[in-house]
């Protein structure tokens, strides 16, 4: 009953945000000491960005999960996210991997977080990650334009694409 119970509170965030307002829901995780220092570090990025990011988490393991605000009129013509967005969203994780933390603390990278991997692995361990796919998939067939592949959404903070 506990996990439905912390669940159901992560749920009522999303109905409390004004309405016309989707989330950006993400995942890090930092040390449980730094805590206070991601909630700070989250509050300077609202600050500076004018993007609203409430967040629930996981005390007892450090989980955060930032919910990004996405007005509806801030969503471009096709109804993508806006960059400004992005932005607060990858200062998120940069605050996260800054103090000792991941980008994802219970849901993996998948291909939103793609483009900031290589900042948390580092070269060295990407292109060790790279070389193991090119052995298992040198056509770059299983799960195409995914993470480690040429050409494919993983790139760095900087949007430098995967060699």
């Not at 016309?20 to 990025?45: F, N, Q, W």
């Not at 990407?126 to 592949?149: E, S």
């Amino acid at each position: 009953a506990g996990g439905e119970q912390v669940l159901g509170v992560r749920r009522a965030m999303n109905p409390a945000l004004p309405n016309g307002t989707d989330v950006l829901i993400e995942d890090v995780c930092v040390p449980r000491s730094k805590l206070a220092e991601m909630y700070a570090a989250i509050a300077r990025i609202e600050a500076e960005t004018g993007i609203e990011i409430p967040t629930a988490g996981h005390a007892a393991d450090g989980n955060l999960h930032p919910h990004l605000s996405v007005r509806s009129e801030d969503r471009t013509p096709g109804g993508e996210i806006p960059e400004r967005v992005w932005d607060a969203a990858a200062r998120v994780f940069r605050a996260a991997l800054d103090l000792g933390g991941t980008l994802t603390g219970e849901h993996g990278i998948g291909v939103l977080k793609a483009r900031w991997l290589r900042d948390e692995l580092g070269d060295e361990s990407f292109a060790l990650q790279q070389g193991i796919r090119q052995l298992f998939d040198p056509r770059g067939q299983l799960n195409p334009d995914a993470v480690f592949v040429e050409g494919g959404s993983g790139a760095n903070a900087n949007g430098d694409t995967v060699p």
